[in-house]
């Protein structure tokens, strides 16, 4: 088996991506060479064989603070993007919205997708409900624990 030269910067650009978006997992294939960075788990068992840039603090919200919710958001349980990405209101261009203003919905069913690094993450009603306000739009940019509907 062959050794490769690791770039060292690529893996750091790899592990600060999967900390902003919270994917769990990045693989990187060059021919029949491989590289796999993972989230860390709570304690890991082993050091890491590769020495990885400390993780940037991602802007994390109080947890026990309730979530903010915009200047004139209507009242009831907001849903917020659990990461950065781009928001799709419905699964293909072109088809109808998952859910719009005054639909009644149930704990976990779809409402949106977030899309980040090419995976399209569902997100699902965090309770049973009707969508009170949406307060996205298909393609816009979200960050971390912004507000994307609010149900009542």
């Known amino acids: 088996m062959s050794r490769f030269a690791i770039d060292e910067d690529a893996v750091r650009r790899l592990a600060g991506l999967l900390e902003e978006t919270g994917v769990g997992e990045i693989e990187y294939r060059d021919g029949d060479r491989c590289l796999r960075i993972s989230a860390r788990a709570a304690?890991?068992?082993?050091?890491?064989?590769?020495?990885?840039a400390a993780p940037q603090p991602a802007p994390a919200a109080d947890p026990a603070a309730p979530p903010q919710q915009p200047p004139g958001a209507a009242e009831g349980?907001?849903?917020?993007?659990?990461?950065?990405?781009?928001?799709?209101?419905q699964p293909e261009p072109g088809q109808?919205?998952?859910?719009?203003?005054?639909?009644?919905?149930?704990?976990?069913?779809t409402l949106l997708i977030i899309e980040a690094m090419k995976v399209y993450n569902q997100i699902p009603a965090p309770c049973d409900g009707v969508v009170r306000?949406?307060?996205?739009s298909s393609g816009d940019p979200v960050e971390y624990g912004e507000t994307l509907m609010i149900l009542g």
Not at 43 to 52: D, L, R, S, V
Not at 77 to 89: D, E, K, M, R, S
Not at 96 to 109: E, I
């Open 43 to 52: 304690a890991p068992a082993a050091p890491p064989a590769i020495p990885a």
């Open 77 to 89: 349980t907001p849903v917020t993007a659990p990461i950065v990405g781009t928001v799709y209101l």
């Open 96 to 109: 109808p919205a998952f859910v719009q203003v005054g639909d009644r919905v149930q704990t976990g069913q």
């Open 133 to 136: 306000q949406v307060l996205v």
